[in-house]
């Protein structure tokens, strides 16, 4: 699924993608090859910390160093924005061109989205149909078609823009990380993508997402506010200890606190729960996978407390796995340990592949 808020188009050979995270910052390179696409060099850096807005200089500075790393051939970039600074909602709308249809937001978002978002640009994903034959127009006027819209502050827009091109680099495309594990998955994946129905989790620092996919159309996405942070935080409170000693515990011995861990995971199995409950009424299908992806998701007693919690096996998973990897040695031997967290790297990264 697309969301081109700035879009340069074409075939490209090279595929340079950042998903720019609360925590830490996730950079792929993926290269054309005769038969699909290789990824060729992958680097995981801390996010820069700031108060408020995100300083243009930072960033440009930041995006420095990830260059520095990747050393790309491609000067185009595609940047995925976190779910703290982007929506993503399903909206009824009647058929129009692309371009009314982000003037209208702009100006009702209220009314379409639930929700006042009147400093953000919006680009919009019209579903097709269920059961409407391929290359059959859809009907302009009164239908109503369901649309996934995305939207991101256009100040972080207008600065995101300015840092990428002030660290040398062309804005091509900037999408949105919460669609990052679908479009991974489909990449990865496209059997599970197209023929089952899954829930994919992406567990962050300040927020985690829950997307869930039946059949290859995305059918519900939600984020909440609660990833590591709030993890270490709650540890810390409740143990009385600084936050880095919490986070050493929640790494290296979590299950020593499970009676502090348990009710700080409680919110998110509830919410994933909600979540499934409810597609499966609307659907009439059961989820058959859940797929954990993200920083928390490389612990494996995390994954085994959520699962308590919802009574549905949580896996994590390694978009890496369905991919050809021409990594250096030394990358080859740190892929599997980083590979949940590239997720949404290797998502935006496909796709802008066409
Ligand atoms: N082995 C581990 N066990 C538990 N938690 C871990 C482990 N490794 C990383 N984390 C947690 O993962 C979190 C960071 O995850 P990640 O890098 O995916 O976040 P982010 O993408 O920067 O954030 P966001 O998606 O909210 O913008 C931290 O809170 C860290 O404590
Ligand atoms: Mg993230």
């Known amino acids: 699924?697309?969301?081109?808020?700035?879009?340069?188009?074409?075939?490209?050979?090279?595929?340079?993608?950042?998903?720019?995270?609360?925590?830490?910052?996730?950079?792929?390179?993926?290269?054309?090859?005769?038969?699909?696409?290789?990824?060729?060099?992958?680097?995981?850096?801390?996010?820069?910390?700031?108060?408020?807005?995100?300083?243009?200089?930072?960033?440009?500075?930041?995006?420095?160093?990830?260059?520095?790393?990747?050393?790309?051939?491609?000067?185009?970039?595609?940047?995925?924005?976190?779910?703290?600074?982007?929506?993503?909602?399903?909206?009824?709308?009647?058929?129009?061109?692309?371009?009314?249809?982000?003037?209208?937001?702009?100006?009702?978002?209220?009314?379409?989205?639930?929700?006042?978002?009147?400093?953000?640009?919006?680009?919009?994903?019209?579903?097709?149909?269920?059961?409407?034959?391929?290359g059959e127009p859809m009907k302009t006027g009164v239908v109503k078609y369901k649309v996934w819209v995305g939207g991101i502050r256009r100040e972080l827009l207008l600065t995101i823009?300015?840092?990428?091109?002030?660290?040398?680099?062309?804005?091509?495309?900037?999408?949105?990380?919460?669609?990052?594990?679908?479009?991974?998955?489909?990449?990865?994946?496209p059997d599970v993508f197209a023929k089952e129905a899954v829930a994919l989790v992406d567990l962050g620092f300040k927020t985690s997402s829950i997307s869930i996919l039946a059949d290859g159309e995305l059918c519900l996405s939600r984020s909440m506010e609660l990833g590591g942070d709030r993890l270490t935080a709650g540890l810390a409170e409740a143990m009385n200890i600084t936050y880095a000693e919490a986070e050493g515990i929640k790494v290296g011995m979590p299950q020593e606190v499970e009676s502090h861990l348990q009710p700080l995971v409680a919110p998110l199995g509830r919410e994933l729960r909600a979540s499934i409950d409810f597609f499966e009424h609307q659907r009439e299908k059961t989820v058959n996978k859940i797929l954990i992806s993200g920083g928390p998701a490389r612990s494996e007693y995390l994954l085994q407390l959520l699962q308590t919690e919802m009574g549905v096996t949580c896996k994590a998973w390694f978009p890496t796995q369905g991919l050809k990897l021409s990594l250096s040695p030394q990358q080859m031997t740190e892929v599997e340990q980083v590979s949940s967290i590239l997720t949404n790297a290797i998502g935006s990264a496909a796709m802008s592949l066409s």
């Open 1 to 134: 699924m697309t969301f081109p808020f700035l879009n340069g188009g074409g075939k490209r050979e090279q595929v340079f993608a950042i998903d720019l995270g609360s925590r830490t910052t996730k950079a792929v390179l993926l290269d054309r090859q005769t038969e699909g696409f290789t990824l060729s060099r992958f680097t995981v850096q801390d996010a820069p910390i700031y108060d408020k807005a995100l300083p243009h200089g930072l960033l440009t500075e930041h995006l420095s160093a990830i260059v520095t790393a990747m050393q790309p051939k491609t000067r185009q970039v595609t940047i995925a924005i976190g779910a703290s600074d982007s929506v993503l909602r399903a909206t009824e709308l009647p058929l129009m061109p692309l371009h009314e249809m982000r003037q209208m937001l702009k100006f009702n978002a209220k009314n379409y989205l639930q929700q006042d978002l009147r400093d953000y640009i919006f680009d919009c994903y019209i579903v097709p149909p269920q059961g409407k034959p391929q």
């Open 161 to 189: 823009e300015a840092s990428v091109k002030g660290a040398g680099l062309i804005p091509a495309n900037v999408t949105l990380s919460l669609l990052g594990p679908v479009n991974a998955l489909e990449f990865s994946q």
